[in-house]
């Protein structure tokens, strides 16, 4: 179908169908009981969580198929944010002209700085990297934002005031990033029994951007361009004594990654017109690693796994606090209560980044292959367990590259 | 196991159709169904305190949330009922807002607006909160300030002391209990002038960044006004740890006061950076060297330690503050926490209640309602002394402190010590004023967000 | 000139702890092949030592001071440490003041501790797996070691005076008939810094420990198939950095008071100040650390942010990118180390 394979195109259902039910399997608990706190399926994480998802396919481009791990391809997001807000501040609010304009800005931008930076690789590629995104942050964040030049607005974040230009704006358009008409924000809800699903449409936009951002990444691990890709990273050198240019295939590969980094800017200030410098910084960039890593490099499906889980876990574990804590173990003996109280509170609220760097390192040590290669052997275990041999088609799920 | 009051949005609407286990699809979104946003339909009502809980400013969030705990207890009638003994307005009974009883839910700014927005947006989206308190940051303030006045809920600020806040930034659907750069120059020009003089040569140090900018443009001008010269102003990157390359220029500058127009970790590694380079001890135009930091808190003095000594500034509120309102809040905070309320924490806590009383006032937790019961309202209290809240540019309006690190501490809490309470007239201004975005800043309307 | 030669003293010192970590840094790179991300961390845990030596050495009983009110207006409580009640008075208070030095020996035993468990406990593991997953782990361990930090010392900076006999300023130009007056404990940090620095050089250089472990980082195999536990003593040079890393934190608390993310602070900049010495460079990593402390501190004069504003900003980013470009394995890097 559309050009895949057979594996390909299941993989490729299967991430439709998470994307188009995720109010429904994101939230799984009743909108009352005192599980409802994990329940993900409110606008804003979904578009995060798709959002980061484009984010980190982008970058697997890169990391996943060429090996040149990037430390600084948050400045390409917040490049991408900052272009789609100028876009709402001086001609309209329709999302159409602001993202492709974010994408073409991070596709220039990432021209710029991976001409430079691809002339080395390894390591001083990474601090190449990581030294212009930090730059392009510091400057944003105070420089750029002087008032005789205020481009960025600095601290505060870029936004939209009333009294900017926005030439296309109409009276009857809603005063919010919208596409045609149809505002980003809207919502609607819808109740079954004691549970509630939203339908965002900030939500579906980006998740169908997301779907045809993952197919073409599909397709661009199946080219002969992804071939070529995967030839750098396993022996660059050989590559030359074929007769063969390595540079102009990973700069390509850089500017599209960048440009997917621009695409997420972009689609985040679409559903939030804000753009915050905070968004270049180095941890941002590591943050995308991360995702990438966890999610299992070089993978499709990796990358959207990764950013689901670390949102996840930023958005969710950190509203937990003590008083919710009592509420769940309000069942035990009063003693009790505040002992297991004691015990978890150091791991939630304002402890989540202790929980979020042990289940790192857990799934570092134990799971080299991120969380596809956990959904792996858990698929091979079941599947021993029904008495086949599992081997045959191991990669269904996951399709690594290599 | 089962919690009734975490999440309780749907509440009444839910419990319509429990039972018939029957797919029933609302038509309409939550807003339309709704007179304004959120609009509490159970026997309860969610407010959302989003502070640093993560990040440098970590411990200040946990200051501000102990704060609006306590607040939401004494709302509720529980523990000793606090400064609604001594608040003047009196439509709060005990019994929660409006009878229903108050809930809260938290969240992590991690100090980074987008993020900030993130966990505002997550609260509002799915635990349906009507009102929004706490932070730590100005950036922060204004970015969620904004997010409020889009989705039609109350934003009340916490620690924010940039003038653009309630200046150029203003929204109406937000307020500020927290005073600014501008009143803190108003309010220890006079003091400065007192102590050192009018033949001072300032050298300002300032962060990088909007607050920073806003301050130093504040206390320059008030400095000037007394007579003083401005040798120079620098600005340091917000990362800095070191400040010594910045503090060596002084030492040859000719200036004999240094301003630092820090805060948190930047304020407390640039002071012991200026002591360690025997500034204090210097001897400049035949008058002793001063440093002056606009801005304090409790925790930056517990960081610079010793350091803080003779160094004059201003603040909110500080908990030795003698008057009914603080003493009650001083009690009730301490006998429950073990420690005195900082000023962020007392900040948090009167927004709670003005809140509360608002909405108790206005007979609905409708944000326009709210607004209007909030705009131009007089009170006292809740530990501040005399107090308003301007309806022009919501920016609330009351004395300002001058403080001084103490020679003497006899405890880790008195570290600094009120030097004078600049009475609230000499700090006002007019709400057009030009460092407060001039004839252009507008409120706007308030947004029910239907 | 006077603010010149400060600005060089200045440099000098911020290029001391960048020295020193990145010193630090380079040995784990260069021995175990390992990039340690929880490099950072150490330096903030060493910090940390000092805290809790200062705590330790406070330890108070508590007696009550009917004359004085504390903030609730209960009778105030004076805490008075066991060691003044132990040594009297004067001396007792004497050794609290002296207790950021004395943390030096207590750090050391602290962080080859740290440094054994951490080696031994997980990095051991990730000796044959990628780079990214290396990065990755001990990423993970530096935020698992601030956030505890974090929960028993809070976020907040914590005071860590130099002794009063440190403290203060001395007059560096006496000597050469100039007024330059600098703090006496950033001069002990630099002094401080190279003894460690020339102590790690002469020990590589001159024992036979040493000898082998420069023969393990230039070919571990042909080392290992020679029929020494070089795995041992990479463990031992695993050790000795996170003690470097450790004590360069300890001496750090009197110029900035320590908090828990201090580390991530260092972590980024001395990770640039490696690649530009060159990846698996001691020297360059030393050299690095000097030179981009100097520039720093210059970009950050007026005239130079006049002249381009913005750059005390980027000046390290800006250098480190030049540098790179114009000599690509950095200031003293060797071919085909982190190049794959």
């Known amino acids: 179908m559309l050009g895949l394979n057979k594996q390909d195109t299941s993989l490729f259902l299967i991430v439709v169908a998470m994307t188009v039910l995720a109010p429904f399997f994101l939230n799984p608990f009743p909108s009352e009981s005192s599980l409802a706190l994990f329940n993900a399926g409110y606008p804003d994480l979904m578009q995060r969580f798709v959002i980061f998802g484009i984010f980190a396919i982008g970058f697997n481009i890169l990391f996943g198929l060429t090996g040149y791990l990037s430390f600084g391809h948050a400045a390409f997001l917040g490049v991408g944010s900052y272009a789609a807000v100028w876009i709402f501040k001086l001609f309209t609010y329709n999302v159409i002209p602001a993202i492709v304009f974010s994408v073409i800005v991070a596709g220039a931008f990432a021209l710029f700085i991976g001409y430079i930076s691809l002339r080395r690789s390894g390591i001083y590629f990474s601090i190449l990297t990581l030294a212009f995104a930090q730059m392009s942050f510091a400057l944003a964040y105070s420089v750029l934002s002087n008032p005789n030049f205020n481009l960025t607005n600095g601290e505060t974040g870029l936004q939209v005031y009333g009294d900017d230009l926005q030439i296309f704006h109409r009276e009857n358009l809603p005063d919010f990033p919208h596409l045609f008409g149809l505002s980003m924000r809207a919502n609607y809800e819808l109740e079954i029994g004691s549970w509630l699903f939203n339908f965002s449409a900030g939500y579906y936009i980006c998740a169908i951007i997301m779907i045809a951002a993952f197919y073409l990444a599909v397709r661009i691990f199946r080219s002969p361009f992804g071939t070529m890709l995967r030839a750098v990273k396993s022996n660059q050198t050989r590559m030359y004594y074929t007769g063969l240019n390595a540079r102009p295939y990973t700069l390509a590969a850089f500017v599209v990654s960048g440009m997917y980094a621009g695409l997420a800017g972009g689609l985040m200030a679409a559903v939030d017109p804000l753009a915050g410098a905070e968004r270049m910084q180095w941890t941002a960039s590591g943050e995308v690693v991360l995702m990438t890593i966890l999610g299992g490099t070089g993978t499709l499906i990796g990358p959207i796994l990764g950013a689901g889980f670390i949102k996840y876990f930023e958005n969710i574990f950190s509203k937990i606090n003590d008083t919710i804590l009592h509420g769940w173990f309000a069942f035990l003996p009063e003693g009790l209560e505040n002992l297991m109280v004691a015990i978890v509170h150091p791991f939630i609220g304002k402890g989540w980044h202790l929980t979020l760097g042990i289940l790192f390192m857990l799934v570092i040590i134990f799971l080299p292959g991120g969380l596809v290669e956990g959904g792996q052997r858990i698929l091979n275990l079941l599947r021993r367990r029904n008495g086949q041999k599992s081997d045959a088609d191991k990669s269904a799920q996951s399709t690594p590259a290599e | 196991m089962s919690k009734q009051n975490l999440t309780r949005r749907g509440l009444l609407k839910t419990s319509a159709v429990a039972g018939a286990g029957l797919a029933v699809p609302t038509i309409f979104t939550a807003q339309s169904a709704a007179a304004y946003m959120n609009e509490p339909t159970g026997s309860t009502v969610t407010l959302g305190f989003n502070v640093p809980q993560t990040g440098p400013y970590a411990d200040e969030g946990a200051d501000e949330l102990l704060a609006q705990q306590l607040a939401v207890e004494h709302i509720n009638g529980e523990g000793d009922g606090g400064c609604l003994n001594t608040f003047t307005s009196k439509a709060l ?83 500020r209990h ?32 909007n607050w920073g900018w806003t301050q130093e443009e504040s206390i320059v001008a008030y400095t000037e006004a007394i007579g003083w010269e401005t040798v120079n102003t620098v600005k340091t990157p917000l990362a800095s740890t070191d400040f010594s390359s910045y503090i060596a220029p002084v030492l040859n500058s000719g200036a004999d006061v240094l301003v630092l127009n820090h805060y948190g970790g930047n304020m407390v590694n640039s002071l012991t950076n200026a002591i360690q380079f025997g500034l204090l001890d210097k001897e400049v135009n035949g008058q002793n060297f001063a440093i002056v930091v606009p801005l304090y808190s409790e925790l930056m003095a517990t960081g610079a330690g010793e350091n803080i000594k003779g160094v004059y500034g201003s603040m909110n509120y500080n908990w030795q503050l003698d008057n009914e309102g603080s003493k009650t809040f001083v009690q009730s905070f301490g006998e429950k926490f073990g420690k005195p309320p900082s000023n962020s924490a007392q900040t948090c806590y009167a927004q709670v209640l003005l809140y509360a009383d608002a909405c108790e006032r206005a007979g609905t937790f409708n944000p326009c309602g709210v607004v209007e019961a909030l705009e131009g309202f007089e009170f006292d209290g809740l530990g501040n002394g005399p107090t308003l809240y301007r309806a022009e540019d919501h920016q609330c309006f009351k004395d300002v402190l001058v403080v001084r690190g103490a020679e003497n501490p006899t405890s880790a809490y008195d570290t600094l010590e009120i030097v004078d309470i600049t009475p609230r007239a000499q700090v006002e201004y007019v709400p057009n004023h030009p460092m407060f975005g001039g004839d252009e800043a507008s409120l706007g309307t308030c947004n029910p967000g239907v | 000139m006077d603010s010149i030669i400060l600005q060089i003293l200045n440099g000098l010192d911020k290029g001391s702890a960048y020295a020193l970590i990145a010193l630090g840094l380079t040995l784990i790179f260069g021995t175990l092949g390992v990039v340690n991300f929880a490099h950072g961390a150490l330096f903030m845990i060493g910090a940390f030592c000092a805290v809790t030596l200062q705590r330790i050495l406070n330890f108070s009983y508590e007696t009550i001071d009917e004359t004085k009110k504390d903030f609730l207006g209960n009778p105030l409580k004076v805490e008075t440490p066991y060691v003044e009640s132990w040594f009297g008075p ?51 361990l530096a935020i698992v070691l601030q956030e505890i930090i974090k929960f028993y010392y809070g976020a907040n900076p914590i005071p860590t005076p130099a002794p009063d006999a440190l403290d203060g300023v001395i007059n560096m130009g006496a000597i050469i008939g100039m007024d330059i007056t600098y703090p006496i404990w950033r001069v002990v940090y630099f002094c401080f810094a190279a003894v460690i620095i020339l102590g790690i050089f002469a020990f590589l250089q001159f024992t036979t420990f040493g000898m082998v472990v420069r023969a393990g980082m230039a070919d571990r195999e042909t080392v290992g198939i020679l029929g020494i536990n070089i795995d041992r003593r990479f463990t031992i040079m695993f050790g000795i950095a996170a003690a470097v890393a450790g004590l360069a934190g300890v001496m750090y608390t009197p110029i900035n008071p320590p908090n828990y993310h201090m580390g991530m602070d260092f972590l980024v900049l001395s990770f640039v100040v490696v690649v530009v010495g060159g990846m698996g460079s001691l020297p360059g ?32 980013y800006l250098v480190a990118i030049i540098i790179l470009l114009t000599r690509p394995r950095g200031l003293m890097g060797r071919k085909g180390v982190m190049e794959e």
């Not at chain 2, 916490?158 to 309630?166: I, P, V």
């Not at chain 3, 130079?304 to 750059?311: C, D, H, N, W």
Request: hydrophobic share 45%; net charge neutral; glycine share 12%.
């Open chain 2, 178 to 209: 927290f005073f600014n750069a501008y009143m803190s120059g108003a309010a220890l020009a006079p003091v400065l002038q007192n102590v050192y003089g009018n033949e001072r040569r300032a050298y300002h140090l300032t962060a990088d960044y």
């Open chain 2, 93 to 175: 009974q005990g019994n929660g807002i409006l009878g229903k009883k108050v809930d809260f839910v938290t969240g992590d700014t991690q100090t980074k607006s987008d993020i900030a927005r993130a966990s505002a947006k997550s609260m509002i989206e799915k635990d349906g909160v009507i009102m929004v308190n706490g932070g730590s940051s100005s950036g922060v303030a204004v970015a969620v300030q904004s997010l409020c006045q889009e989705a039609g809920i109350i934003f009340m600020a916490g620690l924010t002391h940039s003038n653009d806040t309630t200046g150029k930034d203003r929204k109406a659907n937000g307020f």
């Open chain 3, 285 to 316: 990593a030393v050299l690095a650390g000097f030179i981009l402390g100097i520039l720093e501190s210059f970009a950050s004069t007026a005239w130079a942010t006049s002249l381009l504003p913005g750059i005390n900003q980027v000046i390290i």
């Open chain 3, 90 to 140: 004067e001396m007792g208070a004497g050794i609290i003041e002296w207790s950021v030095p004395l943390a030096i020996l207590f750090c050391i035993p602290v962080m080859i501790a740290v440094g054994f468990a951490m080696e031994r406990g997980l990095i051991k593991f990730f000796y044959k797996r990628t780079h990214a997953d290396q990065i990755l782990v001990t990423f993970g």
